[in-house]
């Protein structure tokens, strides 16, 4: 079966560069959810997009914004990038429905800030 | 907002032997709790969750239970395998905003679990 797909795997940019993440959802998922783990920490939720509008934020820096586009896709646009901001970003789908809740997760984007 | 706790951070067991891994949240309209699985660099995965309405799922070797008066949900692995070794991470989501399907997960701090052969 079709997972979700982020690409891309890995990633390494200078301090102050900008990144681009993109995040492609298991077929006919509607809603994407983006979620940063730093090491040896719990993933932690950055921002949600149902029907190509954003649709609960939480803890995303200003630096960072995010869309979902037509197709359903999602990119994830880091700037002014700090060291801190190096961690697995993860994307999850889910559909809405009856199992609106259950959220599939990709195989993340490693990014280190040098 | 929604806080979740996890207990313990680690957790040694021989293999065949049980293991518990207990989480509490603070929201009671909290009514979605998966179990995710994440071995290290990999993604979460979910290995088994539950709604509200329910106090009991089992598959296979993997049970969850569900006590909403208290607040808290707990993972049951029986006949523990080498395999099995790898970070676990309770979660728990509450209603929805605006109508809209979102659900965020909020993370309990994840429980090491090492199944010694």
């Known amino acids: 079966a079709a997972g979700v797909i982020q690409s891309p795997r890995h990633l390494i940019k200078e301090k102050r560069e900008t990144a681009t993440l993109k995040c492609y959802p298991i077929p006919r998922h509607d809603t994407v959810y983006w979620y940063q783990q730093g090491p040896g920490q719990d993933p932690q939720f950055l921002i949600s997009f149902y029907e190509k509008m954003q649709s609960d934020k939480g803890s995303i820096p200003d630096r960072f914004s995010a869309q979902q586009f037509s197709d359903y896709h999602s990119e994830l646009n880091m700037s002014s990038l700090e060291l801190g901001d190096s961690a697995l970003y993860f994307c999850a789908s889910s559909l809405a429905g009856a199992r609106k809740e259950t959220q599939y997760f990709g195989p993340g984007t490693r990014l280190l800030v040098l | ?117």
């Open chain 2, 1 to 117: 907002g929604e806080n979740v706790e996890q207990h313990p951070s680690t957790l040694s067991v021989q293999e065949g032997d049980s293991a518990v891994i207990k989480c509490t949240y603070s929201d009671s309209a909290s009514n979605y709790f998966p179990w995710y699985k994440q071995e290290l660099g990999k993604r979460p995965q979910l290995i088994i969750d539950i709604r509200s309405n329910v106090g009991e799922k089992k598959d296979q070797r993997i049970a969850v239970t569900l006590n909403k008066t208290a607040k808290h949900f707990s993972l049951h692995i029986t006949e523990t395998q080498p395999e099995d070794s790898a970070v676990y991470f309770c979660a728990a989501s509450g209603a929805f905003l605006h109508g809209g399907a979102t659900n965020k997960l909020i993370f309990g701090t994840g429980t090491l679990l090492a199944v010694q052969p």
